[in-house]
């Protein structure tokens, strides 16, 4: 079979094209053809096709029918190169990294364009100023072979490069897949709620009812959506709050607390999924975002536009199974304790992570005598950068059981504090200490109603100066951004096991630790086995053979609400 081909697209919906040396150059000479579906189809011995985009070219070949196996994303790769190479933030396209190769002005990258709902253009159509001669796409090819082989860890480094890839696919199938959605059984949910629309656009009937409620409460008129005029009326009632979240207002003994909380909510769902968010995203029984894989700097996905990864619990009753199809719900068992046993080899958690059980409660029968809950919030303050008060307690007992684990994420915060890179087991790279912009990996807004916790109270920003919370940053960066790539991985392999099949079973959904699989009542068995399967494989290529498991807690239903 042939190892690899360059494909680029021409401005008359051909292709150029040529197969490829080990060392990234043409094997041949290069090829034009006047079609680019069918030079993809005429091919079925290519290994791997090497492209610019993979959001430029792979949505025409999924409109045709046509599916491939591998690719290789130059400037997914560009990306994840810069990065290592402590130059994250710096143009990432292909036109920018050829002309660095010439010492030439380096063109900014094209503004980032919104999603167009209900439509997939935007993934295809390429930007301006992205596309470069297919001679110098080759050159900026076969030089990215030549850093990757300049990494401390090269086989490493180009495994997740061919992650970051197949990742790259797989967000372009479940954008055409879609998301299986009743429109009708949203519009009612949203009536239950929320009661019926005024005309105008205005606040629906409960949602101002409750606002009332509010200014009934205070005795005058306040606005329930702005938290500085919440904020305002609680200091003139005589409590003084720094926020509007539920955490902190659950605290408080005042009549406006009830009403407020459950405004904020339905304010929420109304604002972010409400009439106009189905009117424009879904179509035709689908939700289609266009997911961005690696949209964090630790690797977890992003969605432009759409909201995937923050649809609440409620409406998702409306992510409905076509009719005698189901849905496979996956949700990965404690996956970044378990990451960090297999990246620290610390044998004793590793031995703890080696089972499909609670993961928790084999740590305290071990090492906290048979209290769960101490159990968890050690391990994960050990990730999470919890030092201090009974979080110092459990690290210390923590620490003398898991010595290696500890001093792993430990070394990770040192050298954050230090202004030092950190990576992850496959070479993903930290942003440096001082930079443009920030991460929020937790993706909560300033207004979060969440409760500060071991899990979510650090919202990273690698350009913060405060060098504790660079440390904190840097700590969990190095699992939660294994734990990233170990995904890419999974998503990978359930991949092509599905494909090698012969199912129908489509990927519908991902995000962080959790997948959706769209499949015929009659291949959810199958489909739930190759979950499993596709999490251990991840598990012995990303990590090596090691004792620790990647299980998954897996659910057959019908509707997405039924798998919580």
Excluded at 273 to 301: A, I, K, N
Excluded at 344 to 353: F, I, K, Q, T, Y
Excluded at 400 to 413: C, I, K, Q, S
Aim: proline share 6%; with cysteine; charged share 25%.
């Amino acid at each position: 079979m042939t190892e690899r081909w360059a494909l680029a697209t021409t401005e008359t919906g051909g292709a150029r094209l040529t197969p490829l040396t080990a060392d990234g150059l043409p094997a041949a000479p290069v090829l034009t053809e006047p079609d680019l579906v069918e030079a993809v189809r005429s091919r079925p011995d290519v290994i791997r096709w090497v492209w610019r985009s993979t959001a430029e070219i792979y949505p025409r070949l999924l409109d045709a029918g046509a599916r491939i196996d591998r690719c290789y994303d130059i400037e997914a790769a560009e990306s994840l190169l810069l990065a290592h190479e402590g130059r994250l933030g710096e143009p990432r396209s292909a036109a920018a990294a050829h002309a660095r190769l010439r010492n030439a002005p380096v063109p900014p990258d094209p503004p980032s364009r919104a999603a167009e709902p209900g439509s997939q253009s935007s993934l295809f159509e390429p930007q301006s100023g992205t596309d470069i001669p297919f001679d110098a796409l080759l050159q900026v090819y076969a030089e990215q072979l030549r850093r990757h082989d300049a990494t401390a860890h090269p086989g490493r480094m180009r495994l997740l490069t061919a992650a970051e890839s197949a990742g790259m696919l797989v967000a372009a199938e479940m954008n055409r897949a879609g998301l299986p959605w009743r429109a009708d059984v949203h519009r009612e949910l949203l009536h239950d709620l929320l009661g019926e629309r005024y005309a105008g656009g205005g606040e629906p009937r409960r949602l101002a009812e409750l606002a009332e409620e509010v200014s009934t409460a205070f005795g005058r008129r306040v606005r329930p959506d702005l938290p500085a005029d919440v904020v305002r009326a609680f200091a003139q009632a005589g409590i003084k709050v720094k926020s509007t979240r539920r955490w902190e207002l659950q605290e408080l003994n005042h009549p406006a607390v009830k009403p407020l909380i459950e405004y904020k909510k339905l304010y929420r769902i109304w604002t972010a999924h409400g009439w106009s968010w189905l009117q424009d995203w879904v179509r035709d029984g689908r939700f289609r975002p266009e997911y961005q894989p690696g949209g964090t700097v630790s690797g977890r996905w992003t969605t432009n536009g759409g909201g995937a990864l923050q649809i609440p619990k409620v409406i998702r009753q409306a992510v409905v199974a076509d009719e005698g199809w189901r849905l496979v719900v996956a949700d990965a068992d404690q996956m970044e304790p378990r990451v960090l046993a297999a990246i620290s080899r610390d044998p004793g958690l590793m031995e703890v992570a080696g089972h499909d059980g609670d993961l928790y409660t084999a740590l305290s029968d071990r090492a906290f005598h048979g209290d769960r809950d101490h159990a968890k919030l050690a391990l994960l303050g050990a990730i999470y950068g919890q030092t201090s008060g009974d979080g110092l307690k459990n690290l210390a007992a923590l620490r003398r059981r898991f010595p290696l684990a500890v001093a792993y994420v430990d070394d990770a915060a040192k050298a954050g504090e230090e202004g030092r890179l950190v990576r992850t087991w496959l070479g993903r790279t930290s942003p440096p200490a001082a930079g443009s912009g920030d991460d929020d990996e937790a993706g909560i807004p300033q207004e979060s109603d969440e409760q500060p916790s071991v899990e979510g109270e650090f919202t990273p920003g690698y350009a913060s100066t405060n060098a504790r919370a660079r440390g904190r940053f840097t700590r969990n960066f190095v699992v939660q951004g294994s734990a990233a790539d170990w995904a890419l991985l999974f998503l990978a392999a359930l991949r092509r096991s599905l494909a090698a099949a012969g199912l129908r079973a489509e990927l519908v959904f991902f995000q962080h630790d959790e997948v959706v699989v769209h499949c015929p009542e009659e291949e959810a068995e199958a489909v739930v086995k190759a979950i499993r399967a596709a999490g251990d494989l991840a598990g012995r290529t990303a990590f090596g053979r090691t004792p620790v498991r990647f299980p998954f807690t897996t659910a057959i239903v019908e509707r997405y609400s039924d798998a919580k």
